[in-house]
């Protein structure tokens, strides 16, 4: 019975050891600077690392706070069939046109026959994922841009805005 007294306190000591040599200093300072340090390195690698990545695949198009918007020329909305839905799903967009002058609204007027075929043109020749996708509505907006600047002779579309998107 002494004896399992004795081994009883020797293994509470031997416990007691354990806990203390886990809560040493040396221990308690090295989880102290890596509590410190670890918020230190996330914040360097979201503002540095991830960050940066984003910024890259930003769309193109974007309208920045300090940038002058021109004078946008609002067209009526435009219905179209989603190629490869026989019919059975549509989009209504409307869209604005950024004009690098004013003047050129009146060519756009003129042009309205024109302007409105290649956007019929161009949504309906594209599917549901496209449309439905920012990356596909971003090369949209680019292809909408580039064909429409064609067709324009006193003037350049500079940017468009979709107003009205929807896919039903």
């Not at 940066?52 to 300090?66: C, F, G, L, W, Y």
């Not at 075929?117 to 599917?127: E, K």
Request: glycine share 4%; hydrophobic share 40%.
């Amino acid at each position: 019975m002494v004896e399992e007294e004795k081994k009883t306190e020797i293994e509470e000591g031997k416990e007691d050891s354990k806990l203390k040599g886990l809560f040493s200093t040396k221990n308690i300072i090295i989880a102290a600077v890596a509590l410190f340090i670890m918020p230190i390195a996330a914040y360097f690698l979201v503002t540095k690392v991830f960050h940066p990545m984003a910024d890259s695949k930003q769309d193109v198009s974007e309208v920045k706070k300090d940038e002058e918007i021109k004078s946008v020329f609002m067209l009526d909305p435009i219905i179209v069939n989603i190629a490869g839905t026989n019919g059975t799903r549509y989009l209504k967009v409307t869209i604005g046109l950024e004009l690098s002058d004013p003047k050129v609204s009146d060519e756009i007027e003129k042009r309205n026959p024109q302007i409105v075929d290649v956007l019929i043109r161009v949504f309906s020749s594209r599917d549901i994922a496209e449309v439905s996708e920012p990356r596909g509505r971003d090369g949209i907006r680019r292809e909408i841009i580039t064909r429409l600047n064609d067709l324009l002779v006193s003037g350049r579309l500079i940017n468009i805005y979709f107003t009205e998107f929807v896919i039903q």
